[in-house]
């Protein structure tokens, strides 16, 4: 399959142009075959972890004393820095998440590599586990999309620096949820958590503000005096009342899982100890066999429907909770409002740019130099990142199914992007052809006009012409008359 993939990808032609080159643009904007892979042993009890790594389909790095070196300063800063902190951060938020059944130790793999390319998925937790329950699972996965971040984001000066700091944290909450909480997170028995309280509370652990979901929420707190001010009150219930926790599982759901930990620790003051704290006792519940609607109602005394009725009004607990949160958070992350962009858009960031290697030029106006350029990607099983998608064991099986999947949204993007230049190509031509039928009917009003002008110059020669005729023949006459005055 791979090979018929690439076979169709090298000889698709058209007009002597091969419309799938080798050079050409990834489908992902930014492609790399490159993995850098880590085996990974997080010992829950006490926070320490094991780095190490055994695949021979990758680029495997050795642990070598405390740290590890792979050749990528993006990949070791993750593996020996944010990883071992983010775990830290999290066992200690919540306490509860530190099983004591069965194994302590989770056992999971880190890697670093293209996903989609920039602007778009940032990283995912995947595992695998069995249908039925009592057990834990016996694959998982994080996956970081390198084309998002760079070495530069290792520092604090880094543009994306808090982005994948956030990011790292996020992944690693759903893993831990992952093994802890199994049944819930998987729906394999009884109800599966709603998405909003998987990707909220993901959030809590890498914080709901540095991956630009709730901007708006930045923007109104950078004007406020203090966060007992007020005045923004209005445009932030009109925010909160603007979606649902179901449609934006990664602002609004961050915030319902902030004000349900909140809640559970009875109120008081808007701080991440405090949040953490409330959620800790609803996660315990959870361990212990509650469902999530008896957690809920246990540790808030809200329902689903209430927490959604609770932004649909804009209610004004809620909004007080918001305001507190907000104007803490950029504190925190140290966020300019001024220069927030303000993106209600259901995806954490932009869409990135391309950076063509090769494409082909097409003129389309009427002045030179006025075209557009159109890109040709490269689209084989490498552009793909289908290069090592084997089906020879249950986990690479497993792991397939998302490369494939993965492997198609990059189809789909190079499909949506010539159907976007087709469109574009569509309203040129109907707007060429508009201005042909204007240039039409400009020439033939210059041309009717001409033709008056040159009536009015033809029937002035005329006139001259019988004038000169009347003259000439008046001319003869009158030495006609003389001769007869003299004969």
């Known amino acids: 399959m791979k090979k018929a993939i690439d076979e169709t990808a090298w000889n698709t032609v058209f007009n002597d142009i091969n419309l799938f080159p080798q050079n050409g643009v990834s489908p992902y904007a930014a492609m790399s075959s ?116 760079d070495d530069e984001d290792t520092t604090s000066s880094g543009a994306n620096a808090e982005m994948l700091e956030s990011t790292i944290a996020h992944e690693l909450m759903h893993t831990v949820m992952q093994y802890n909480l199994t049944d819930g997170m998987s729906g394999r028995a009884g109800d599966e958590f709603p998405d909003w309280f998987v990707e909220g509370t993901a ?30 009150d209005t445009d932030i219930a009109n925010y909160l009342k603007q979606f649902t926790v179901d449609n934006r599982p990664y602002g609004h759901g961050y915030l319902a899982a902030a004000y349900i930990g909140y809640l ?39 329902t689903e429907s209430d927490i959604d009725n609770l932004f649909a009004t804009g209610d004004s607990d809620l909004v007080a909770f918001v305001r507190k949160l907000s104007y803490a958070s950029i504190q925190q992350f140290r966020i300019d409002p001024t220069k927030v962009n303000i993106d209600l858009s259901s995806s954490s960031g932009g869409t990135g740019g391309t950076n063509g290697v090769d494409s082909v030029w097409i003129q389309t106006g009427t002045d030179a130099g006025v075209g557009m350029s159109i890109n040709l990607y490269k689209m084989d099983s490498e552009a793909l990142g289908l290069t090592s998608t084997s089906l020879r064991t249950m986990a690479s099986a497993g792991n397939a199914i998302n490369e494939v999947k993965l492997a198609m949204e990059g189809v ?21 052809n508009n201005v042909i039928e204007n240039t039409t009917a400009a020439e033939s009003a210059i041309r009717d006009t001409d033709m008056a002008k040159e009536m009015v110059t033809y029937s002035n020669m005329q006139i001259l012409e019988q004038a000169g005729i009347s003259m000439l023949s008046q001319a003869n006459r009158q030495s006609e008359f003389v001769l007869n005055l003299l004969s």
């Open 34 to 149: 490159q993995v850098y892979h880590y085996e990974i042993k997080y010992h829950l009890s006490d926070g320490v972890i094991e780095i190490g790594s055994s695949n021979a389909d990758t680029t495997d790095v050795d642990q070598t004393g405390s740290t590890i070196s792979s050749g990528s300063v993006l990949a070791d800063h993750i593996a020996n820095e944010l990883l071992p902190n983010a775990i830290s951060q999290i066992l200690e938020a919540f306490p509860s998440l530190k099983t004591a059944t069965g194994s302590d130790t989770i056992d999971m793999a880190l890697d670093l590599s293209v996903i989609d390319g920039p602007g778009s998925t940032l990283a995912y937790a995947q595992y695998s586990f069995y249908t039925t329950s009592g057990s834990r699972p016996i694959s998982m996965l994080i996956k970081v999309d390198s084309a998002d971040f």
């Open 203 to 232: 959030q809590l652990a890498g914080g709901g503000f540095p991956t630009g979901w709730n901007n708006y929420l930045s923007y109104y707190a950078g004007k406020l005096s203090d966060e007992t001010d007020t005045s923004r």
């Open 264 to 302: 559970a620790n009875g109120g008081g003051d808007v701080t991440a100890e405090n949040i953490a704290s409330g959620m800790d006792k609803v996660f315990a519940d959870l361990i212990g066999g509650a469902s999530f609607a008896e957690a809920l109602m246990n540790n808030t005394g809200l």
């Open 412 to 432: 789909s993007k190079v499909r949506s992007y010539y159907g976007a230049i087709q469109n574009r190509l569509e309203h040129t031509i109907a707007n060429l």
